[in-house]
């Protein structure tokens, strides 16, 4: 059976954007946080929320209800995925430091949304599979067989270098910082201090994603180091990913 997804929204467009991202998912949609909290105390033991994605706006003034649904999460063991603007940033940090996993920032991308709700479901559900394709413009990558194709042709990568790659696509636009990227991929269940990790084996990867994916701006794409921070892949040209 799948996964179940709460979604907590008041805007029905970004609702329904949010649904039709995660249709292969069982979605359940509320307009208000007395509406999730009152859904979850319906649901059997046995069959509990696998995922919450959260609007900071639509929690806006209720701190009480933030705080039940992070314990909720908790207890059964759900990752909690946040919606927000760049004003929210103060909110954003609180909510985080108090337990939730990730966030997505504002306008809402669907590929963005999947891919992290996909890596947060596989860290908590490590037996989880899901063999959907995500395509971003010619490039498509497929789940859990870490496939990656370039209009039609197989782009031959190991299972980091396909992860990391997800990881850049899913942040299109965005800088990532090197600990960032560090803890998605050698997460702390290979590697317990990631202070040991060595930088050169990010540099690496970073260097045969961006040479076998060929990441250049006559495909549309350029990935480029972010001084003194990480890494940042940049959509360029007359492409879009779909």
């Known amino acids: 059976m799948p996964l179940r997804i709460a979604i907590l929204n008041n805007d029905a467009g970004q ?14 949609g509320f307009r208000s946080p007395a509406e999730l909290l009152q859904f979850q105390q319906s649901l059997p033991a046995a069959d509990q929320t696998d995922l919450f994605l ?21 207890a059964a063991k ?25 966030y997505v920032l504002k306008p809402l991308r669907r590929n963005e949304v999947l891919l992290r709700v996909q890596i947060l479901l596989k860290r908590a559900h490590p037996e989880y599979r899901n063999a959907q394709q995500i395509r971003f413009a010619q490039y498509v990558f497929e789940t859990p067989s870490h496939r990656i194709t370039h209009a039609g042709v197989d782009i031959d990568v190991t299972q980091k270098e396909f992860e990391l790659a997800l990881l850049l696509f899913g942040n299109l636009g965005r800088p990532l910082s090197r600990a960032y990227i560090q803890d998605a991929i050698w997460s702390r269940s290979d590697q ?51």
């Open 54 to 74: 959260l609007d900071l706006h639509t929690l806006q003034g209720h701190a009480d209800a933030m705080a039940t649904l992070l314990a909720t999460a908790r």
């Open 78 to 102: 759900a990752p909690v995925l946040l919606s927000a603007t760049h004003s929210e940033a103060a909110a954003l940090e609180s909510a985080l430091t108090a337990g939730a996993d990730d």
């Open 15 to 28: 609702l329904a954007l949010l649904s039709g991202a995660l249709q292969a998912y069982r979605c359940h």
């Open 192 to 242: 317990p201090d990631q202070s040991d990790l060595p930088s050169r084996t990010l540099d690496t990867h970073i260097s045969r994603v961006r040479n076998k994916l060929q990441l250049k701006p006559e495909q549309g794409f350029r990935l480029t180091p972010v001084y003194g921070y990480g890494y940042q892949l940049e959509q360029i040209g007359k492409q879009h990913a779909q």
